[in-house]
Every structure is written in C-alpha cells, then in structure tokens.
C-alpha cells in the first residue's frame, strides 16, 4: 500500500469524523478547499465546488449549526442526522480516496460511514446525559465544543494525521470524564 492511499484514509477518518459531529460543515470544506484549488477530490465528487453545492452546503451548514444551539429542537436534530450523517460521511469520504481505485474507495468510505454512526452515537449519548443533568442548558455550550472539533476533523484533508490524533485525543478525554464522574 502506498504512502498516497494512506494518506487519504487518514483524511477520510477525519471527513468522517467530522460529519459524525456536523453533517454539513465537512462538505462544505470539501467543496470550497477544492474551488480554492487547495484539494483535487475525486472526479465524480468535484459537484461539491459548484456555485449551487456552495449555496445549499453553507446555507444548511448555517441552519445546522444554528438549530443545534437549541436544547429541544438539538434532539429532533440528532434523530434526522442519524441517517443523514453516515450518507454525508460516505460522500466525503469517497471524494478524498480518490487515489483508491474501485472498488476500494466505495467499500472504504462505507465502512468510514460505519464510524460516523459511532461518532454521532456518542455525541447524542453525551447530549442526552447533558439535558438530564442540566436541563439542557449546557448544550449549546456542548454544541459549540462540537461545531470546533468538526472544523479540525475537517482541516484532516491537509493534515491527516491530525485526525488520527484528534480521534485518539477524544478517546482519551473520553475516559478521563467517566473516571471523574466514577470517582
């Protein structure tokens, strides 16, 4: 396997991840990194640089954002997201293994789908224990920890390597909090 395949796997860990967390926002990083020219994605993905894609992605990215600053209107949300953030997880995926032939890079962005419904699964258990315990007066605080993370998940495409250490890093933080609450 060479260098360039795992390279983009690393990158498309962190597109994933990202969309685990924000289903919008990584496409929408795709999509103007590769009109900016700073990124080649896959040929059948480069529809994410047109003027429309654009349009619709920031739009959505903004309501996105915006309505998950909102404690009930956050779950309604996380329920739609549990099919919408897989499908943006393998879409993203796919454009950044382009340098994977076929059948490769469909059946590897699907498994990277795979690990988006566990990164959501996770963000929407965190959130449910948050409304319980604050009467969700914490989650937009939570849901602004997540719209960052996201964008690093994002910046994965140039650095991807970074994925893997923001993904071992949340592991970490993971069971450092359960400890704390253990304790």
């Known amino acids: 396997m060479d260098v360039s395949w795992l390279l983009a796997l690393a990158a498309g860990v962190g597109v994933a991840a ?7 926002l990584p ?11 700073l990124i080649h994605l896959r040929p059948a993905a480069e529809w994410l640089a047109t003027n429309p894609a654009l ?9 996105e954002i ?13 329920a739609i997201a549990t099919v919408l953030r897989p499908v943006a997880a393998w879409l993203g995926a796919f454009a950044v293994l382009g340098a994977w032939p076929p059948p490769w890079g469909q059946i590897t962005a699907l498994v990277l789908a795979g690990l988006t419904l566990g990164v ?17 007066h914490a989650n937009p605080l ?3 920890l997540e719209d960052a993370l996201s964008f690093v998940f994002c910046w994965a495409v140039f650095l991807p390597f970074l994925a893997l250490l923001a993904i071992a890093f949340g592991i970490w933080l993971l069971f450092r909090t359960k400890r704390a609450r253990a304790a």
């Open 55 to 63: 349009l619709a992605l920031g739009i959505a990215t903004v309501l």
């Open 66 to 78: 915006a309505a998950d600053k909102i404690p009930v209107l956050d779950h309604a949300l996380d």
């Open 142 to 144: 939570i849901s602004s």
């Open 18 to 24: 990202a969309c685990g967390l924000r289903a919008f």
């Open 120 to 136: 959501h699964a996770l963000k929407s258990t965190v959130r449910v224990g948050s409304t319980v315990t604050t009467v969700g």
């Open 27 to 37: 496409l929408l990083f795709l999509g103007a990194a590769e009109r900016l020219g």
